[in-house]
Nanobody, 129 residues
Framework: VQLVESGGGLVQAGGSLRLSCAASGRTFSTYAMGWFRQAPGKEREFVAV????????????DYADSVKGRFTISRDNAKNTVYLQMDSLKPEDTAVYYC???????????????????WGQGTQVTVSS
């Protein structure tokens, strides 16, 4: 099982980047998928999560308060891929961004660092001022 991120890079403040996470080794269509990030000297923190759309509660999407209104998470189950569109980037968004997957259905709570089953290797995002 492998999660491979791509799309990171260097961008000026106010710019945009789109991260992709391609999953392989199994089908992740029913998994909760999401993103965490880790800045130098800080703990890895939650960014965004998207659930499986087949839940009785429907599709659940959540964001960290720091990125609401600027970041958009989406997924393409046919491609086993999850995306993170990042707009209006700020220098404080600079971090290594990690893709994450969890088989526990996401219904608004529970997508936490300590219980994530699969992690990607990370992709660096640097936002210059």
């Amino acid at each position: 099982v492998q999660l491979v991120e791509s799309g990171g890079g260097l961008v000026q403040a106010g710019g945009s980047l789109r991260l992709s996470c391609a999953a392989s080794g199994r089908t992740f269509s029913t998994y909760a998928m999401g993103w965490f990030r880790q800045a130098p000297g800080k703990e890895r923190e939650f960014v965004a999560v998207i659930s499986w759309s087949g839940l009785r509660s429907g599709l659940n999407i959540d964001y960290a308060d720091s990125v609401k209104g600027r970041f958009t998470i989406s997924r393409d189950n046919a491609k086993n891929t999850v995306y993170l569109q990042m707009d209006s980037l700020k220098p404080e968004d600079t971090a290594v961004y990690y893709c994450a997957a969890d088989s526990v259905p996401y219904r608004g709570v529970g997508f936490v660092r300590s219980t994530i089953e699969y992690w990607g290797q990370g992709t660096q995002v640097t936002v210059s001022s």
